[in-house]
């Protein structure tokens, strides 16, 4: 799933691809203009023993100072409290949204906001990152904290948002690393498009494609069949596209499932980006 943060019910930024057996990847109920609850619902129903991988960051840096907002009491304690605490004080918030939290007065002195408003505990630069984010930076990626939420880079409002589903799903379905990798069945992900790009070939300054030719020569290079179609496409459906296609080559790579970085500390509080060796 690449994923949306933006406001509204109706997301041009959801893109929802399955790639299954051999057959070229596609998108699921191609041109339809999804919602997250319709992600949500689509999730819970998904095909028996799937690999699902969200574009979004699951939670905000923790490990680096001892909590998620330090100062304030109410501050989580691990990722499924902080979904709760998001999900709490969002649940007003129409669509999945989180703009509840985005300005509550406690949680904002963390955030780097619209407007040229940064809290006075967001610190400077990048931000905060993960123990991932950190390890994103030594494998050549160009992560952002999730605590910035401003420019075209940000994944701060996705994350948010994400958070409210992931929260919905708790005892649904599995979500690696807060939850054991299960011996057999489905198992939700947090993804970077980016090391699906990357790993066709792509460089670093060229990871969305917007042709199908493009689109076609990464599923090439990672050894699966093309899809249909020419001229331009939606770089959020190729982005679902190539990232699925992916999964599929890579699920199976023990090194993915046990990077050395990844302690119980790291995985109950902060998750990982799958992917990230």
């Known amino acids: 799933m690449d994923w949306s943060g933006a406001v509204g019910e109706l997301q041009r930024g959801i893109a929802v691809a399955l790639a299954s057996g051999s057959s070229p990847p596609a998108l699921v109920h191609r041109g339809h203009r999804w919602s997250r609850a319709d992600v949500l619902d689509w999730v819970r129903a998904a095909p028996a023993d799937t690999l699902i991988g969200f574009d979004l960051g699951p939670a905000f840096p923790f490990i680096d100072r001892g909590a998620y907002f330090p100062g304030w009491d109410e501050s989580p304690v691990d990722a499924r409290e902080l979904w709760a605490l998001v999900e709490r004080i969002c649940s007003g918030d129409p669509h999945l949204s989180a703009a509840s939290f985005v300005d509550h007065p406690e949680a904002a002195r963390h955030f780097r906001r619209h407007g040229g408003r940064t809290g006075d505990r967001f610190e400077p630069g990048r931000g905060r990152l993960r123990v991932t984010e950190r390890a ?111 999964l599929r080559t890579v699920a199976d790579r023990p090194e993915l499932w046990h990077p050395p970085a990844l302690t119980s500390a790291v995985a109950r509080t902060e998750g990982w980006t799958f992917g990230v060796t």
């Open 136 to 246: 994103q930076l030594a494998q050549g990626l160009s992560p952002y904290s999730n605590l910035n939420l401003v420019g075209a880079a940000q994944v701060g409002k996705s994350s948010l948002t994400g958070m409210r589903l992931l929260h919905r799903l708790d005892g649904t379905l599995p979500v690696w690393p807060f939850d054991p990798l299960p011996p057999a069945g489905s198992v939700v992900v947090e993804l970077y498009t980016s090391i699906a790009a990357l790993a066709a070939g792509r460089t670093k300054s060229r990871t969305k494609m917007r042709t199908y030719a493009d689109l076609n020569a990464a599923l090439t290079a990672i050894g699966s069949a093309h899809v249909a179609g020419g001229g331009p496409i939606d770089d959020h459906a190729s982005d679902a596209l190539l990232t699925a296609a992916w």
